[in-house]
């Protein structure tokens, strides 16, 4: 089965005997994270997937895994993501927004794979990689252009000046060719081989598809010499899911909060994960994890909107 990886100079049986031995989590599972996960789940990884959100029609165009099918209708992305992938390797979803109370979830994993669109919780997962000493590997794939970077002693924070990631916007703003996604989440899955096979590897921010590998200067940055850790106490229960007009609260919802979605829009979807309803334009998906995403024109409204119909 591993004819062609064994024929590798620098690879053997030893080095797949750690690649097989080793646990991945993967956090978010579009564009880039389901790449990911396919590429690690053929080489044995045993895979966490975690993703907070459901499948769309977009995601046809995006992913690789993924078929129309579950799009339509609306399976949140780690089960689907799961059902695909454990015919290769053992995998568990967590269809579950990553955040600081459930992140410590994490602590017997090798390395972090980020497949966010997402600032936050890029910071919550290198703030945690430097406390527990787990590495993690950036992919952002945006437009026609690719980042990708290894994590272990330098911050998120030391390449800011670099990239802007707060910056550079979203898929959802700026648009995403598929392939790029695909080429930018195949180089930070061949790194993730490199390092779990025992090899060592840079850190340096490498730019997709030039292949321009930019050095990262961490003389002055104040988060890794301070050793602060915001984001892991942090607790705000509203987050914007991938670019704005979609949030997530995580508050609970009234007993009857489901009903009185139902009574007042209409239902499109309706499953053992999840209820979706169309009000007055806005959508609104309640897991039953107990989390909330609303789609709407801006974060207080969505705010608004829970507290009238779901709120207690
Ligand atoms: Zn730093």
């Not at 390395?111 to 600032?119: K, P, Y």
């Not at 993690?136 to 330098?154: H, N, P, Q, R, V």
């Not at 609970?252 to 169309?278: C, M, P, Q, W």
Request: charged share 30%.
């Amino acid at each position: 089965m591993y004819s062609r990886f064994k024929a590798l100079e620098g690879y053997g049986e030893e080095e797949l005997e750690k690649i097989k031995g080793s646990k991945v989590a993967v956090v978010g599972l579009g564009a880039t994270g389901s790449i990911i996960a396919e590429h690690l789940a053929r080489h044995g990884v045993e895979l966490v997937l975690i993703d907070r959100d459901y499948l769309e029609e977009n995601d046809i165009y995006s992913s690789g895994i993924y078929g129309p099918e579950s799009c339509e209708e609306s399976i949140p992305k780690a089960v689907a993501a799961e059902k695909y992938l454990s015919s290769f390797t053992d995998t568990k979803s967590m269809v579950e927004s990553l955040n600081s109370e459930n992140i410590h979830r994490l602590e017997d994993v090798d390395l972090i794979m980020d497949g966010t669109d997402n600032l936050e919780t890029r910071l919550l997962i290198d703030e945690f990689s430097r406390k527990e000493g787990i590495p993690w590997i950036y992919t952002a794939a945006l437009a026609e252009k690719g980042y990708s970077m290894f994590f272990d002693k330098k911050c998120f924070n030391c390449i800011f000046e670099t990239v802007k990631p707060g910056k550079i916007g979203t898929c959802q703003s700026n648009g995403i060719m598929r392939e790029i996604s695909t080429i930018a989440a195949s180089y930070s899955s061949m790194d993730a081989i490199k390092y779990l096979s025992g090899k060592k590897l840079g850190e340096k921010l490498k730019i997709i598809p030039s292949g321009e590998e930019l050095e990262v200067d961490s003389k002055d940055c104040a988060v890794c010499e301070e050793g602060k850790f915001e984001k892991l106490n942090s607790e705000t229960d509203v987050k914007t899911v991938c670019g704005d007009g979609k949030y997530q609260i995580d508050r609970e919802v009234s007993e009857n909060g489901s009903e009185r979605l139902k009574k007042l829009g209409d239902t499109v979807a309706d499953n053992s994960y999840l209820t979706r309803v169309e009000i007055d334009g806005d959508s609104f998906t309640l897991f039953s994890s107990g989390r909330t995403i609303i789609e709407a024109k801006d974060k207080n409204h969505a705010e608004q909107k829970f507290s009238e119909i779901l709120g207690n």
